[in-house]
């Protein structure tokens, strides 16, 4: 009799785990709080830190009293000095608090956490495989933060490192049902561009439909080597709800790099329910930007690479006359939130943006991790 009870307990788990799915929860849900790695000097030195810590200091200051921020501070020596930043800023402590951990660098996005939901709406961390955007930075700090947040929050992780190399801003989500990618940031097996040796398109679309939850793949082609990322989703494509999508216009879509063909491919997507999505577009930034310090790029910047908060919706700002329009626009789409304006100027010299170096944790019960 206990052979059998043991038996069918065995069989009633394998069950249990084969239906196990997850969900990633839409940006727009209702948030825990956010983490943040805050920048240092002991990877780009001190010229580096000075450029883009004020970036850091306003998000905690718009976002400190609507959800809380974890700080992930390089040492205790700074996280003390961070701490007297925010202070010297009149920036409230309340809501924050912080971790130490060594990172490589500020790009949470994609070495993060990524938080989503099991079947009992519990949820957990799925640390996916990072490599520095295919081993072309430093990456062995920064692809160990989520296994470490798991275990200062007991929560379980599930361990991806082996099956998949995924960065976060390579993927979009309507949260119900559809991920929208480029394969040249998933699946290129292009020199210096390569997360996922082997990989096929099919076996990365069965990995996201697991572990993101979702039943459809929508797939651009991107363009490799055309910037560190090899051209992430986030930079000019996000869903505002399971209906409509905020985009550009072809002209500024084309001269960041698109093919006119995956220009087609994003206008034409289609959601879970096979219906196109609703087009909200805004522009890029009237002209190339240049940096706080003066320095002159090359390129105009995007306000698509924004973060939702529970309160608030960070936006990339340029200092351009198009910062006004843009932040216009993604205000209609939130009613019920406040946009402010971040500047990123410095931040985009270094080939990101606010939703770059931003991780939600959704609000609820954490799965605890078995010991």
């Not at 002991?42 to 974890?70: I, P």
């Not at 790099?257 to 577009?281: F, H, I, M, Q, R």
């Not at 993604?330 to 770059?356: A, F, S, T, W």
Request: aromatic share 10%; with cysteine.
């Amino acid at each position: 009799m206990k052979n059998f009870i043991s038996a069918l307990f065995i069989v009633l788990s394998i069950n249990f785990t084969m239906a196990q799915t997850y969900h990633f929860p839409e940006e727009s849900a209702e948030h825990e709080g956010i983490w943040l790695q805050w920048p240092h000097q002991y990877q780009h030195g001190v010229t580096y830190k000075n450029r883009v810590e004020s970036t850091w200091v306003e998000m905690v200051k718009a976002l400190q009293t609507n959800e809380k921020v974890h700080i992930i501070a390089y040492n205790e020596v700074e996280k003390q000095r961070i701490i007297k930043v925010l202070e010297k800023a009149k920036v409230s402590l309340k809501n924050v608090d912080f971790k130490i951990y060594n990172t490589d660098d500020v790009w949470i996005r994609d070495n993060g956490p990524v938080f989503v939901k099991d079947n009992n709406g519990k949820i957990l961390i799925e640390d996916w495989g990072f490599n520095g955007w295919g081993e072309k930075y430093d990456f062995e700090n920064c692809d160990q933060i989520p296994s470490k947040i798991g275990k200062d929050l007991g929560v379980k992780v599930i361990d991806l490192g082996e099956e998949m190399v995924n960065e976060g801003g390579s993927v979009e989500t309507d949260g119900n049902g559809v991920l929208m990618a480029c394969k040249s940031s998933v699946i290129s097996q292009e020199k210096e561009s390569i997360r996922n040796k082997g990989i096929t398109q099919s076996e990365a679309e069965n990995i996201f439909k697991k572990y993101y939850g979702v039943s459809k793949v929508i797939w651009l082609d991107g363009v490799t080597g055309l910037d560190v990322t090899d051209m992430h989703i986030d930079g000019f494509m996000k869903f505002i709800n399971h209906n409509t999508m905020l985009t550009m216009k072809e002209e500024d879509l084309l001269e960041l790099g698109l093919s006119e063909s995956d220009v087609e491919k994003l206008y034409s997507a289609t959601n879970a329910e096979g219906k196109e999505y609703k087009k909200v577009y805004i522009p890029a930034t009237k002209n190339k930007v240049k940096t706080a310090y003066g320095k002159q790029l090359e390129d105009k910047g995007s306000y698509v690479n924004y973060y939702v908060a529970n309160g608030v919706v960070l936006v990339p700002n340029y200092g351009d006359t198009n910062d006004k329009i843009a932040n216009e626009i993604i205000q209609k789409q939130y009613p019920n939130r406040k946009v402010i304006g971040i500047d990123v100027r410095n931040l985009y010299e270094n080939g990101g943006m606010i939703h770059c170096v931003t991780q939600q944790q959704p609000a609820g019960k954490l799965l605890k991790s078995v010991k």
